[in-house]
């Protein structure tokens, strides 16, 4: 019993969380080329400029990779099973997206703590209800797009297509973690290091459930507190 328990401790946190869950992880059989057209379209799209009308310009970033990725998925007859977005299992998946975000929360908490400050909007402090729900339906809906988005492309295709060409699981989450911190680059080295960080936290989730929907939770739960508790613009 006490080898087994030391075997285990010394394998990386990738092979180790592989190994919890019976499920086999998405494999996207496509070329390199292809990959690569498909992830720099896919990216491009956060940086398409959108003006901000009804709608968040988060939201239409959503709808633009969703469309490049699904469009490229059905020249290869696959579906966004092949990258880890599914509805399988969703509720206990959602869960255990809370239970995570709310570890994750309490850490950032006592690590950020001096510097927090709830943001609300102006119009609240004159007791304007609908401006404030407005405000936290917009933040809400952002949080949202921007975790469904920046999954489906850095977890969802970068990081499935390194799975199924390196079939080194470590090697894949590392890989695209950088990829997502660097995409960060225009915040500062300081949120490239912290992104790359999240990101890798974000691919350990996604090799241990084998699905996008726990990653994506998480996700969209940090991408709403860090803005409402004033850590990010």
């Not at 996207?28 to 799209?45: C, E, K, N």
């Not at 696959?78 to 299992?89: A, Q, R, V």
């Not at 790359?196 to 939770?217: Q, S």
């Amino acid at each position: 019993m006490l080898r087994r328990i030391k075997r285990w401790s010394i394998q990386i946190p990738a092979n180790w969380l592989y190994r919890i869950t019976p499920y086999e992880m998405p494999q996207l059989p496509v070329d390199w080329f292809f990959f690569f057209l498909v992830f720099i379209l896919a990216a491009g799209s956060f940086w398409v400029y959108i003006p901000n009308l009804i709608i968040p310009p988060k939201v239409f970033h959503l709808i633009l990779s969703l469309l490049t990725l699904r469009g490229a998925l059905c020249l290869k007859r696959l579906s966004f099973h092949n990258i880890g977005l599914s509805l399988k299992y969703w509720r206990r998946e959602v869960l255990i997206g809370v239970i995570v975000f709310l570890i994750m929360a309490l850490v950032l908490v006592a690590f950020f703590r001096p510097s927090l400050q709830a943001k609300w909007p102006a119009a609240f402090e004159r007791s304007y209800i609908m401006a404030y729900l407005g405000w936290a339906i917009t933040l809400t809906l952002q949080s949202v797009a921007v975790a469904i988005s920046e999954e489906a492309v850095f977890r969802g295709w970068l990081m499935t297509f390194l799975v199924t060409r390196l079939s080194r699981r470590e090697a894949a989450a590392l890989g695209s973690s950088v990829v997502f911190g660097l995409a960060h680059l225009d915040k500062g080295w300081g949120d490239v290091l912290f992104t790359t960080l999240l990101g890798y936290l974000l691919a350990l989730l996604y090799i241990w459930r084998k699905t996008l929907t726990t990653a994506i939770v998480v996700h969209a739960l940090h991408n709403f507190f860090v803005v409402f508790l004033g850590l990010e613009e």
